[in-house]
């Protein structure tokens, strides 16, 4: 290229090549799980599947999607996710509003109160007592009341408001707004950069938590999507475990289904959807995270 050296070519080759292997190592564990999740099950037990399905077959996806605790357990999980999220996100920025006024009273001692929980916690047996005392136990609430408060979340909010020029809500004031007028007509158009990652994440929170669902409720209808999950993966994981002489006969037999293909159709379903939510909080989520790289 004209004007670039060979040192300056060298350096963009191993530039490349080193985002290649980042890539590479970030995305094919995934890829191969998608294509094992296709692949049929007899062809599955032979081995040597990397990058392309030999024999491809959806039956195993037929047998998650048609499976009533599955499809119930998506509806759970997604609900919980559609309602926790906007939530946690509100109140979050409800509290990092009125703490980014600094002529708010105590305002130090009461954002050091919060500090303080991030780092010390009662155990998972008082946090247990505690539920069952507010009857949160066995209740679809326990998914989303406990985890309206993340203060690490808002700290980034109201980091991102104290940088907000105050002259903004000063003139809204003296044009008669009132502090909840201002939050949500000025502060929370003005934070969606930041709102947006924080919504983001809790989404994948929500989406990804299973411990909740298999510690604080015992109905199997609020189990989550990643509660089955891991009991699907806990329950064929006995029939991976088989000798090379009867996985030999399996193959013979032509089976529709596995362990593995079960498997790793299972984790695409509890994947897939989530991953398809990050391309439209994109733009936000960049925003977001640069929070802080600039200080004026």
Do not use: C
């Amino acid at each position: 290229m004209r004007g670039k050296s060979t040192g300056d070519l060298l350096y963009a080759g191993v530039v490349y090549l080193f985002l290649f292997a980042v890539v590479f190592v970030t995305f094919y564990p995934f890829w191969n799980v998608l294509v094992l999740s296709v692949n049929s099950a007899s062809d599955t037990i032979k081995g040597g599947i990397y990058f392309w399905p030999r024999e491809l077959n959806f039956t195993s996806y037929k047998e998650i999607l048609t499976d009533h605790e599955i499809l119930h357990a998506v509806w759970v999980t997604v609900a919980r996710t559609v309602i926790g999220t906007p939530l946690t996100v509100i109140v979050i920025s409800l509290l990092a509003y009125p703490l980014s006024n600094r002529e708010l009273v105590a305002r130090r001692p009461v954002t050091l109160y919060f500090i303080f929980t991030m780092y010390f916690g009662g155990g998972l047996i008082p946090y247990y007592m505690v539920l069952k005392n507010l009857q949160l136990i066995d209740s679809f609430w326990v998914f989303v009341l406990p985890g309206l408060m993340n203060v690490f979340y808002m700290i980034l909010v109201r980091t991102f408001i104290e940088q907000l020029p105050q002259e903004i809500s000063e003139s809204a004031k003296m044009d008669g707004a009132n502090d909840l007028q201002v939050y949500f007509r000025i502060i929370m158009p003005l934070t969606m950069p930041v709102l947006a990652t924080i919504a983001l994440f809790t989404a994948i929170g929500h989406w990804n938590a299973w411990f909740d669902s298999y510690v604080f409720t015992y109905k199997s209808s609020l189990k989550t999507l990643q509660a089955v999950l891991v009991k699907i993966l806990n329950q064929y994981q006995t029939g991976a475990m088989v000798s090379d002489a009867q996985k030999l006969a399996d193959s013979s037999k032509r089976l529709a289904v596995s362990s593995d293909t079960i498997r790793m159709a299972a984790t695409m379903v509890a994947t897939i959807p989530i991953v398809m939510v990050y391309p439209f909080l994109q733009r936000y989520f960049v925003k977001g995270m640069t929070l802080g790289s600039v200080k004026s």
